[in-house]
């Protein structure tokens, strides 16, 4: 491959120095980028605000990954770990799985942000300032024998000064909302939820998700957990250690997708849960917002908090089979009358497991781990089969806590049986 | 009730140690004797609320039920059917009994815990049924017994928790132990 000085443009408004021309020479002799390959040119940038010089140009993944250095630091010295420029990669993170799917498609990435620096680690010259998530993903699929072409910046030279202001620019992120990525991915996938949503009346016509936690709209992850639950709670068997779940949010839920393709969205029972889950949520809000008071706004939106989603939907399922329980949960709205609300956030709020929980434990319907959710849905359990008062009170929801405590500690002996 | 009377148990405590360090023995005697009291009704209310959580899910036979709850059940031949009678049980038996029920690998002859349990369990009785010799206990041994069976109790009741909730007895009752 021939180098040419001509390849490079350079702009009459700049004047780089001796050493980073000789720089660039070095890094296309090591790294062939695609345009001088196939005879094309490159351009000299300068960042007025870093005051740094920069190219951009295609590499191969190979290539990339055969130099890369994602340890990058200020000062070059490997053992200064508190200043290694990059965060760590978070491996569990849903976007980045998804990121190494694409890369194993053939995705090409953009704008992987690179100082090419032999003045450390010389078989690694490129240092990684940004993308170091996307890189790990290109590796992956290049160890797969995907090897496609992506966009980088190359910075030349850059002082300790420089570094630091270009690690930090593209390490702050404008975080995306998972609600906002859940209603982008949940549009991918059609439009059935939000129309069964505008269905039921969980949300109005013309209406969509909220992209947040707020308190009258659902947002895609409530909507999901809500199904979710309702189809768990449907295959259930009557003597199951019955367990909700909460759907994932900020990526894919391969549960939710996988139950989608077999929902009747018009099935009678399935949108008539959905109106009642909706009334609920309605009638809810509106006795905590319409009294003088304990008007709390966690109070008001408690129907809608996940843990509450989860053990009704999955009650509801599991009711099915039983006309009587279900005509029982379904009218819990009617259960008290104006001030009262519904689900009494307040005794919910009371309730506790004597002895173990801690007393910062903010009461049932707080928190969204695997003991909560089942022990709110013993609260609706108890409630629809076994109460004589048809009311939700602090008796009710400490005896849902014990009734769970028993099943578990049930569920766990005859597990440990059958693993003998 | 059972966490109620244990914080009672240990301000009980608190009171008659101040009283003790002034050397009013007779008032320190006073909060010693409801510290042990509201301790022993502490492991008792703790019992009775395990039970609770499990009489109706079917981990318990209906006789084990009755010896927890003090009732017994007898065949009444004239009426030629089953009748409940109320039957005291110790304390300690209805312990044994949930150790070996849920499993809990405790050996009651070596147990530091369970012997000075037993020890509290004498002092109790002692209190609750008096005589004139029972104010031969030293004030300094009365307030060792009940550090001793305070704590002891606590560490039972944590075991048992442990045991069957996969978690511990909350921060707050624990640093109720006095040794």
Known sequence: ?420 | MFEEYLEDAYDFYLIGVEYYEDDNERKARQYFRASTFYTAGAIEGFVNYITDIFKTNGSFKRYEIAFLLDTCIQFDSSKFKLKKINEFHKIEDKVKFMMKKFNVNYDFKTEISWSRFCKFKKLRNMLVHPNDINEDIKIAEFKKDIEFGLSSIIEIMDILTYKIFDKHLRQRILDFKLV
């Open chain 1, 1 to 420: 491959m021939e180098w040419k000085m001509d390849n490079l443009i350079i702009t009459k408004s700049l004047k780089p120095p001796i050493k980073i021309l000789r720089s660039i020479e070095k890094f296309i002799s090591i790294c062939e980028p695609y345009e001088i390959n196939n005879n094309g040119t490159l351009f000299l940038y300068f960042d007025k605000r870093s005051k740094a010089y920069y190219i951009t140009c295609k590499i191969l993944g190979n290539t990339l990954i055969k130099n890369v250095d994602l340890n990058a630091s200020i000062d070059g010295d490997e053992e200064d770990i508190i200043y290694k420029l990059n965060r760590d990669i978070y491996q569990d993170a849903p976007a980045f799985t998804l990121m190494k799917e694409d890369a194993l498609n053939g995705r090409s990435f953009e704008d992987l942000v690179i100082e090419f620096d032999l003045n450390y680690n010389k078989k690694k010259p490129l240092k990684v300032y940004g993308g170091q998530h996307r890189i790990k993903a290109i590796e992956e699929a290049c160890s797969k024998d995907i090897s496609e072409l992506h966009g980088v910046r190359i910075y030349f030279n850059l002082t300790r000064d420089q570094k630091v202001e270009i690690a930090t620019v593209n390490n702050t992120t404008i975080a995306v909302p998972n609600d906002l990525l859940d209603r982008m991915r949940e549009q991918q996938l059609g439009t059935n939820l939000r129309d069964w949503c505008q269905k039921v009346e969980l949300l109005s016509n013309h209406q969509d998700f909220s992209d947040r936690k707020e308190p009258i709209l659902p947002t895609v992850r409530i909507a999901r957990t809500l199904i979710i639950n309702y189809y768990k709670g449907l295959s259930a068997k009557d003597d199951d250690f019955h367990q909700p779940i909460v759907s994932k949010s900020g990526g894919r839920d391969d549960e939710y997708e996988d139950i989608r393709k077999i929902i009747k969205w018009d099935d009678k029972n399935f949108v008539e849960m959905g109106k009642n889950f909706a009334r609920l949520h309605k009638i809810q809000r509106e006795r905590v917002l319409n009294r003088k008071l304990e008007k709390n706004a966690e109070y008001a939106r408690k129907a809608l908090s996940l843990t509450v989603v989860a053990s009704w939907g999955f009650a509801s399922g599991l009711f099915q089979r039983n006309d009587t329980y279900l005509k029982c949960l379904y009218k819990l709205p009617d259960s008290v009358n104006d001030p009262n609300d519904p689900l009494n956030a307040k005794a919910l709020s009371k309730a506790r497991h004597k002895g173990v929980d801690p007393d910062r434990y903010r009461g049932l319907g707080t928190r969204t781990n695997a003991e909560e959710l089942g022990r709110m849905l013993e609260v609706f359990i108890i409630y629809a089969t076994k109460a004589r008062n048809k009311v939700i009170n602090e008796k009710l929801a400490n005896a849902a806590i014990k009734s769970y405590a028993a099943k578990k500690y049930s569920y766990k002996a005859q597990k440990e049986i059958e693993d003998i």
